[in-house]
């Protein structure tokens, strides 16, 4: 099934059982504690269906757990200093994951089909409500990090899962020990301080978080939240960037992840036109954030930058008929003056 999977283009590739959710008692815990924040995806009535992976197939005997790394030899967010650049996340570089590993599991339930008979499957890759890090460790494929990550011993971090629900019964295999040890590197070098402890280990506080921000967060960016987003328009990866199990992390062989548009000028972004946007960002995940709340984003990122050269985009976007735009605008407007060389509070904000 490992080198099925492998054919398929998945460099990971495990089986745990399907049945009920053991970690479901650490995510209403979650849920209780508010930190999904605005993503009712994540709290109306899918919730429940989380509980068990048989809700999504009752005839589901096995999950058949993949990993497609998108790790390139780009720098990471650790070396990237150019001020006048967006920093969009690693995992929105290139064509949506979501397409690419449809495809490859797709591929992998016709080849297993051939071998075993008729069988049923279901795919899911990220969206269905089921707790894939949960089963991902369980498979096998690695522990949860402090960062709240599924990291693999030789893999890192850098992948993305998908899940192929089957009739089968298949051995299952056995989760990995945790080896973030006494490491806390995740946890200080978060700007927002977004990794919470929650009872003996650590969460994700969404409300805190960057990339839930810049990606799920719909309407206005809390005022206080803002200076921490530096320069990022589109997710963060500062957690993962900062993790030794990263260091040696392999690259994704093929095209799909590799950059279109590394780090855009912020100047070019905040001029971009709705066509503009979805022609550049087109079969991307950056689509997710919407036109106006990609303009929000980069109305926080020169903000917080701070650059004079940004004054006359930004005039624009505080012309813009989109009221959460144009807030953003006035605001980044308002850090700008405030970091005119005379004033002794220049201070372009926290990477
Ligand atoms: C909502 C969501 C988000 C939210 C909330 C993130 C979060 N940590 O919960 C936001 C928008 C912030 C987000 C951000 C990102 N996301 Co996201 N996100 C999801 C989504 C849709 C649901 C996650 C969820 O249920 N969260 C609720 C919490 C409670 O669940 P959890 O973190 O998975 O934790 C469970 C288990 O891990 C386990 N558990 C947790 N800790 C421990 C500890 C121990 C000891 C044990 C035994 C178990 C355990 O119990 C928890 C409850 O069941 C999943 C896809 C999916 N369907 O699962 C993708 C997913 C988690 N995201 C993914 C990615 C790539 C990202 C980003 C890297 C994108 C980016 N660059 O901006 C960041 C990473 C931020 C981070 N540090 O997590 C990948 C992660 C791949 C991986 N290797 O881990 C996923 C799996 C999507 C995919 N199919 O590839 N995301
Ligand atoms: S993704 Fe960024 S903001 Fe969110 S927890 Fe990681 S470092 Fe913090
Ligand atoms: S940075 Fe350290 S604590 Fe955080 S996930 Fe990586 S190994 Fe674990």
Redesign the pocket.
């Known amino acids: 099934m490992r080198a099925l999977a492998r054919e398929c283009g998945f460099e990971l590739a495990g089986v745990a059982r399907a049945g009920p ?4 008692a ?2 209403r815990e ?2 209780a504690g508010g ?2 924040g605005e ?1 009712r995806y ?1 709290v109306d009535q899918r919730a429940e269906i ?1 509980e068990d992976a048989r809700r999504l197939l009752p005839s589901a005997r096995s999950i058949i757990c993949v ?1 497609k790394l998108y790790q390139t030899p780009w720098p990471h967010t650790t070396e990237f200093r150019d001020e006048d650049r967006a920093w969009i ?4 570089w290139g064509d949506d ?1 979501h397409d690419v ?1 449809r495809r490859g599991l797709e591929q992998l339930a016709a080849r297993i089909a051939q071998s075993t008979g008729p069988l049923e499957s279901k795919i ?11 089963y ?2 369980l498979a096998g494929l ?3 990090g402090r ?5 693999n011993q030789q893999s890192g ?6 899940e192929l629900l089957v009739s089968l019964d298949l051995a299952p295999d056995s ?1 990995p020990p ?1 080896r973030c040890g006494t490491c806390r590197r ?1 946890i200080d070098a978060c700007p927002t301080a ?2 919470v402890p929650q009872g003996s ?4 506080d ?1 409300r805190l ?4 921000f810049t ?2 967060q719909r309407g206005a960016i809390p005022r206080e939240m803002r200076a921490g987003i530096g320069g990022h328009v ?4 500062i ?2 960037d900062v993790c030794p199990w990263n260091r040696r992390a392999p690259t994704t062989a093929g095209p799909a992840f590799a950059p279109r548009l590394f780090a855009p000028p912020l100047a070019q972004m905040a001029a971009l036109t709705e066509p503009e946007f979805r022609a550049i960002f087109r079969g991307t995940p950056v689509t997710r954030a919407r036109y106006t709340g990609f303009l929000r984003n980069v109305a926080v990122a020169m903000g917080n930058r701070a650059r004079p050269e940004f004054r006359a985009p930004l005039e624009k976007l505080a012309a813009s008929d989109d009221p959460v735009v144009a807030e953003h605008a006035r605001w980044a407007l308002d850090r700008c003056q405030l970091a005119r060389p005379s004033n002794p509070l220049t201070m372009p904000g926290p990477q």
């Open positions: 959710a053991e970690d479901m650490r995510y979650w849920l930190n999904a993503m994540l989380r990993g996340s690693r995992y929105a994951y590993l899911c890759v990220d969206t269905a409500p089921l707790l894939e890090r949960s991902a460790r690695g522990w949860i960062n709240t990550c599924l990291i971090s850098w992948f993305f899962l998908g989760p945790d995740c977004a990794i280990g650590f969460t994700l969404s978080c960057i990339s839930y990606i799920e589109f997710g963060c990866d957690c993962q």
